[in-house]
């Protein structure tokens, strides 16, 4: 009796063992296909094109926009507008130096600066826009850089006109919440049909670059002035490369140091964990 149960028991070792080396044999291709796919992670080449910058903003049909236009140098003006009349698109406005500051859409003036005496950079005339316009938000740590690049835009009112041009102004209205960002106006033109308080969308190209380094922005880390890449080295190894940005359209984003043409690198980027 206790000899049977001893041979029972020793069949039933030796079958698990051997249903145990019976699945790890056939794990182990699966896990070897695995590792093989696994160690060639996916890479792309730097290479060349022309870039715009574009800026994408969520906007409002406003009718009757005001704008504000301002001088480049601080002193006397010569007027040429008075207040309450209007001034067709390019009809001068004032003199200053040997600049002539003129309207950039059809508009009606409302004020002028008292005395005729303008400070640089800050409105010095205030118009009104004789049409609709397109009133948006530019986030504080964009202003700067969209503003003084004096951008061209294009915009498209939601289930509505467009894509059109559209002409950038100086919004003189104050948002509420100053943190919310910078107002801007765009002038639609008067062919456009718009009614009040639609939503739309505004397209403002900041920056051109002809035949630009450029690399899909989800292999770079970070967005502007600089950032880090995995180079690929002759010998297959990937390694961080600091890399200077330019412009960017959100899809790719330009390279103007750190990288040369055809260079290969890894389109996962390096984190921020420390190493």
């Known amino acids: 009796m206790r ?3 001893l041979v029972s028991a020793l069949v039933a070792v030796v079958l698990v063992v051997a249903a145990y080396a019976y699945g790890r ?10 590792t093989t796919a696994g160690s060639a992670p996916a890479t792309v080449h730097v290479t060349r094109q022309s870039l715009a ?7 409002t049909v406003v009718a009757a926009p ?3 236009v301002s001088t480049e140098f601080s002193g006397p003006v010569t007027v040429v507008a008075r207040t309450r009349t209007h001034v067709a698109a390019g009809s001068v406005l004032f003199r200053q130096r040997d600049t002539v500051v003129r309207s950039p859409v059809d508009a009606t003036v409302l004020s002028v600066r008292s005395q005729g005496v303008a400070v640089a950079h800050l409105p010095f005339m205030t118009l009104s826009y004789d049409g609709f316009g397109l009133a948006a938000l530019i986030t504080p740590v964009d202003s700067y850089r969209i503003l003084s690049s004096h951008p061209f835009a294009r915009a498209e009112i939601t289930n509505g006109p467009g894509p059109f041009p559209c002409t950038v102004l100086a919004s003189v209205t104050s948002p509420v919440d100053s943190s919310a960002g910078v107002p801007v106006i765009c002038a639609i033109p008067q062919a456009v049909p ?5 939503p739309a969308t505004l397209a403002l190209t900041t920056r051109q670059v002809a035949n630009a380094l450029v690399l899909p922005t989800y292999a770079v880390a970070g967005t502007v002035s600089n950032g880090e890449v ?12 600091a890399v200077s940005l330019g412009v960017t ?10 990288l040369t043409d055809g260079d290969t690198v890894l389109t996962t980027p390096p984190n921020l ?3």
């Open 3 to 5: 000899r049977g149960r």
């Open 25 to 34: 044999a056939r794990a182990a291709p699966t896990r070897a296909a695995t």
């Open 53 to 59: 910058e574009v800026v994408t903003l969520p906007a």
């Open 66 to 68: 005001q704008f504000s």
């Open 194 to 198: 718009a009614y009040v308080n639609i």
């Open 230 to 241: 995995y180079r690929v080295a002759p010998d297959g190894n990937a390694r961080p490369q």
């Open 249 to 258: 359209n959100g899809g790719l984003v330009q390279i103007t140091s750190g």
């Open 273 to 275: 964990s420390p190493p």
